[in-house]
């Protein structure tokens, strides 16, 4: 029972199963309409056959009667009987056996009253009557059988079919107060209903059954086949292969859960690629100055360099490039910080007019030697809950990129205004050539180098991941968009009411 297919195979049986029980339930507590349904058909058919008998009986009795015989209502019971004798001879005793052994053919007066001595039964039925005869049928239906059910004193009462004599009928019986014919026997019992439907009842049943295998282990497999091929697809990527995809087929849940499995394999395919980046991208980042820094210091250690203005020069550059290294590695401590959740956000009141305010002043000198204006606009709210610093962090490294990509001559833009309720939108434009379309997804991403318009490598370093960092640990988003040849804008969101989402935790 540990596959799923086995399961769902037993769950397709006991299915079958309750619902199989369930039918017979139902049939079976339909079984009485139907037993004296079919009773009914039967004596129905017999009854014609009664009456049309009679008829030709009569016709016989006519056919051999002697030239100016007149038969008198003294002898109508006598024929009458000789009647019922012909048919009872005519039906039990003929190699047909068309009647059964429990069905009676009997005369009934108009009341309904079976006739004494009319019946061809070894049962006694004098003082039986006929239940529904109350109306008589229209003539149009004179030899149509009427259901109706025989009252015995003597016994339960029995199903019967009446069919009203014909002319040649009643004068036969003249005398008599005869008016109608009935067949009667008792409803078919239980186990003959049974006996008759069992056969046609486990037919069918094995045909059920058989296409409930077919069916069921087709639906079966069609769910347990894609499950079988993401485990053994999971495996693969547990063991280091995360080129791994499987197709998408099955029920609409198996393929929504391979659609998934396989961004899953994407993005930890394209994670693992990023760390393998990301540490060829540190490696080279911290070799060029720690080259620099054991080049300087083994040139003075060795006496290659001796002079005073030598080696204060020397000293510098190692200076400068253990800088370098320390700022490379506090901002990768601080991305990960903030990433794990460590840095808490203040939660103080900020008035964005001040932030650009400062901001604009750290960045008018740049903005005067580089011949780039920069220009700020606040539309709607001015004031949000965060933390100062960190926003501060986040403008001036997107102010910075902006003036390193923008020409002399251009413009920087800075401006803010509310997106929706509760929401304030602050972009950063500038009229730059532009980043290429396929590089926009990686802009955020630690040590990403994307391809510059001279076809040389330009990164975008840790700045712009930090940004992101910082913006989602505030409730909001920040993202790019970009025009080749137009220039690029950096947007991030603000929740005016402070942070809106806890900071991500990563695993």
Known sequence: MDSLQVRLLVTY?????????????????????????????????????????????????ADSALPGDQPSSSTGGDSGKKLLADLNNYFNNSASGRLSRETTVAVIDASGRVLSGFATSSTNLDGSVVRDLAVQPPEDALNDPRRCRLDRPDGPDILCVSTALGADALAAL???????????????????????????????GLIGVAAAL???????????????NIARAARSVSRGNYRQRVPATGPREVRDLAANFNRMTEEVQRSQQTLRDFLANISHELKTPLTSIRGFSEAMLDGTIDDQVGIERSAKI????????????????DLSRIESGQVSMQQDEIDLNELFGHVGEVFALRSEESGVSLDASIQGQAHIRGDFDRLEQVMNNLLDNAFRHTPEGGTVRVACRDLQPGTLQVTVADTGPGIPLNDL???????????????????????????????????????????????TTFVFTLPTGGRATPPRQRG
């Open 214 to 228: 077919v069916l069921g282990f087709a639906l079966s497999q069609s769910v347990a086949a894609p499950l079988r």
């Open 13 to 61: 049986f006991f299915v079958i199963a309750v619902t199989l029980g369930l039918a017979s339930l139902s049939l079976l507590l339909q079984l009485g309409e139907y037993r004296d349904s079919i009773s009914y058909g039967n004596l129905e058919d017999m009854g014609r056959l009664v009456n049309s008998q009679a008829s030709l009986q009569i016709q016989l009795s």
């Open 318 to 333: 190692i200076s400068d490039e253990s800088n370098r290294v320390l700022r490379l590695v506090q901002e990768l401590l």
């Open 441 to 487: 997804p990686h802009l955020f991403e630690r040590f990403y180098r994307g391809d510059n318009q001279n076809g040389a490598r330009q990164g975008y370093g840790l700045g712009l991941a930090i940004s992101r960092e910082i913006v989602r640990a505030h409730g909001g988003e920040i993202w790019a968009t970009s025009e080749p040849g137009r220039g």
């Open 174 to 204: 003249e005398g008599t107060n005869a008016s109608a014919i009935i067949v009667a026997r008792p409803a078919a019992s239980l186990g003959e209903i049974v006996g008759d439907l069992f056969p046609r009842l486990v037919f069918s």
